[in-house]
C-alpha cells in the first residue's frame, strides 16, 4: 500500500512569506502527527490531528498552525516565516494513537532566505 | 516531563560486528519506548516498539532492543552490523492518551569494511 506522502519535497521561502505543506497519510491512518527536525534541536512535535480535530500541540509559536481534513490528509501552514524555520518538516500517520507507531513519510525540506 | 537520552552521537563498527545503541529515557507513568531509523534525505522508519510484556523485543532487520525498568533504558542490539545499517538511529518515549513522542537527539552509526 502506499506510504505517506508529503508535497513538496523541497520549497524556498523568503523571510515574511506564509507556507503551506501538504500530507496524505497512509490508507485508513487517522492520525496525522507533525515534527520539525533540525540539526540544533532535533525532533520537535507540532501538532497531532485525529477525526479532523487537535489533539495535541508542542511549543511553536502560533504562526505554526495545521488541519486535518475528512479524508485525513493533513495541512501545516507557517506564517511570517523566519530563518530559524528552515527545517525538515515530517509527517507520521498512524492507525488511531501516536503509540501505535508512526509511519514516516519522507518530509519536505524548507529553506527560509 | 519526558525526555530521552542517547549518550552516543557517532558510533564506528565494523561490518560483521556486534552493535549496542544506549537509550535512557524519562516518563513519569508506564512508557511506550521505539526505536527508529532514518537514512541521509529520508523519513524515520519504525524498527521496534515495547510497551508490555516480554522486555526483549525483536524488530526488524535483524534488531532488538531490552527493556530495563530498573535502569530506565531500552537499548538497542543487533548480533552482526550489515554495510546497509549505516544511518542514524533514534530512540522514543510516549505515554497512552498522550498522543506525541519524545525524541532523543539520535546516534550516528557508521559502517566500516
Known amino acids: 500500500k502506499a506510504g505517506v506522502t508529503q508535497t513538496p519535497r523541497y520549497l524556498i521561502k523568503t523571510r515574511g512569506q506564509q507556507v503551506t505543506l501538504s500530507c496524505s497519510p497512509i490508507?485508513?491512518?487517522?492520525?496525522v502527527s507533525w515534527y520539525q527536525q533540525t540539526p540544533g534541536q532535533g525532533l520537535q512535535f507540532l501538532f497531532e490531528y485525529f477525526s479532523e480535530t487537535q489533539r495535541n500541540k508542542g511549543n511553536f509559536p502560533g504562526r505554526f498552525s495545521g488541519r486535518q481534513f475528512s479524508n485525513s490528509r493533513s495541512e501545516m501552514n507557517v506564517s511570517t516565516l523566519e530563518l530559524g524555520d528552515s527545517a525538515l518538516y515530517l509527517c507520521a500517520s498512524s492507525a488511531q494513537r501516536a503509540m501505535d507507531g508512526y509511519t514516516f513519510g519522507s518530509g519536505t525540506r524548507l529553506t527560509v532566505v | 516531563a519526558q525526555s530521552v537520552t542517547q549518550p552516543d552521537i557517532h558510533i564506528t563498527v565494523s561490518e560483521g560486528a556486534s552493535l549496542e545503541l544506549r537509550c535512557n529515557y524519562s516518563?513519569?507513568?508506564?512508557?511506550?519506548l521505539f526505536w527508529y531509523v532514518q537514512s541521509p534525505g529520508q523519513g524515520l522508519q519504525l524498527l521496534l516498539k515495547?510497551?508490555?510484556?516480554?522486555?526483549l523485543v525483536q524488530g526488524i532487520k535483524g534488531f532488538e532492543a531490552e527493556f530495563k525498568r530498573s535502569q530506565s533504558s531500552f537499548n538497542l542490539r543487533k548480533p552482526s552490523v550489515h554495510w546497509s545499517d549505516a544511518a542514524e538511529y533514534f530512540c522514543?518515549?510516549?505515554?497512552?492518551?498522550?498522543?506525541?513522542?519524545?525524541f532523543g537527539t539520535g546516534t550516528r552509526l557508521t559502517i566500516i569494511p
Open positions: 515495547y510497551f508490555s510484556g516480554d522486555t
Open positions: 522514543a518515549v510516549g505515554g497512552f492518551g498522550n498522543e506525541k513522542l519524545t
Open positions: 516518563y513519569g507513568a508506564t512508557p511506550y
Open positions: 490508507s485508513g491512518h487517522r492520525s
